[in-house]
Nanobody, 120 residues
Framework: QVQLQESGPGLVKPSQTLSLTCTVS??????????WSWIRQPPGKGLEWMGA???????YYSPSLKSRASISRDTSKNQFTLQLRSVTPADTAVYYC????????????WGQGTQVTVSS
């Protein structure tokens, strides 16, 4: 059974870089045709797809975040990571990692999510 688990700091200061890691167990992040995504939900708002990394290591990003976001992976650790640069309080959200097949969305498997607050 594939499971995803997010980890990272719960508090980040404005202008810093947010780094989150998703650890995948029970399956390989290099598995054929899998997309591994980051999704967030700010308080009181809807879900926002941020970007994904394909099993070939190709990356895809939301146009609104492309200039600040980077997604990478470490196949030896079966992990993929999100870095979001120059954060502001508007980046405060619950961040989720998720899996999809054949396309970045829709996703079929999610981590439990991790709260990230941007505040000085």
């Amino acid at each position: 059974q594939v499971q995803l688990q997010e980890s990272g700091p719960g508090l980040v200061k404005p202008s810093q870089t947010l780094s989150l890691t998703c650890t995948v167990s029970g399956g390989s992040i290099a598995a054929y045709n899998n997309f591994w995504s980051w999704i967030r939900q700010p308080p009181g708002k809807g879900l926002e797809w941020m970007g994904a990394i394909y099993y070939t290591d190709r990356t895809y990003y939301s146009p609104s975040l492309k200039s600040r976001a980077s997604i990478s992976r470490d196949t030896s650790k079966n992990q993929f990571t999100l870095q979001l640069r120059s954060v502001t309080p508007a980046d405060t959200a619950v961040y989720y990692c998720a899996r999809a097949y054949n396309a970045p969305v829709p996703t079929d498997l999610w981590g439990q999510g991790t709260q990230v607050t941007v505040s000085s």
